[in-house]
């Protein structure tokens, strides 16, 4: 048994629901429940304030459709045609949104954590951590794979990128999804650089990340 804090979020798979549930219900109370009974820390809604002045947000971080390859010059119609080919989201998530509307809600919903975190006189230093990644940096591109570049639109959230950027505590952002592992650095105009990293997990074959912070 690991005697530290253990913080969880979920996967786009997670959502999937079961017979008597919905997605929806999954994200807001199920998952966050059974997080709660076994004394996880559930990143979606709460930060978790470590000490040393170390602090870590998260978010699943639904894609927007912003990391779409741009060689294809697809439009949100087009994106929209291509999922089912790429991925069971489009047949297991129920939801009533659309994945840019609820991207945009994740987002939001991080980015007031950040806010707080960064308002925070007693955490200096924030380490993000998302499932879908959020910066170029994570991202594995290759114009000539089709399935590849027909997939890029599933894979992330720049959007949400560009507004962790400018907060000046983040030093690292890590994220899933891809299971391709993916090192990089974010340059920053008057701030310190951003550390990424994809964890390089796959399906029952668990894998970590170690941070220096």
Known sequence: MIDCPIAILPGNSDLWPDHDSSSIMKFEHTLPGIARDLDYHWLETEPLLLPGGVAICGSIA?????TAEPALQQ?????????????????????????????????????RNLTAIEANPAVAQLIVVTHMPVFESQLERDPSDEELSLAAAYAGNLTLGEEIRRFAKVTHVVSGHTHAGQNGIVERDGLPPIATAVVPSDYGRPRWVTLEI
Do not use: G, H, M
Not at 62 to 66: A, G, P, Q, R, T
């Open 75 to 111: 439009n949100n119609a087009d994106i929209l045609i291509a999922k089912p080919r790429c991925t069971l989201d489009a047949q297991r998530v129920n939801w009533e949104y659309s994945d840019p509307e609820f991207a945009q809600l994740c987002r939001e919903r991080l980015l």
């Open 62 to 66: 639904w894609y927007d459709y912003s």
